[in-house]
């Protein structure tokens, strides 16, 4: 989930001149069967930050638990949905702020390393 939610939000290669994007090769990523739910409501409401003078605080839980009610999920469906949609947050916003996720807490269960 980590490497997928790095992939989306990474920044492209510098390209040399005379080259394009496509010349550069990069390893595919693959999101395995068990978090497919979690990437697809991830990718559904990957335009949904919060910003601040910084960029990105986060994303818009609003919108996110908005689209987890209407999944019908159990209890503990829905807080492994969301612990997991948290963990692929935390790892974007690291990506896009260039590695550096501040203060940020990390989701449960993740260490935070300086």
């Known amino acids: 989930m980590k490497e997928a939610a790095r992939a989306l939000y990474s920044k492209p ?66 807080d492994q949905l969301e612990e997991d949609v948290r963990v692929m947050e935390f790892e974007a916003l690291k990506t896009m702020n260039d590695g550096d996720a501040g203060d940020a807490a990390p989701p449960a269960g993740e260490e935070h390393h300086d």
């Open 13 to 78: 290669p510098v390209v040399a001149p005379g080259f394009e994007p496509e010349d550069y090769e990069t390893d595919p990523v693959e999101v395995w069967p068990e978090n497919w739910d979690a990437w697809s409501l991830f990718w559904s409401i990957h335009t949904q930050w919060r910003t601040g003078m910084g960029g990105p605080t986060g994303l818009d839980y609003n919108v996110l638990f908005r689209k987890m009610d209407r999944m019908k999920l159990s209890a503990a469906e829905y």
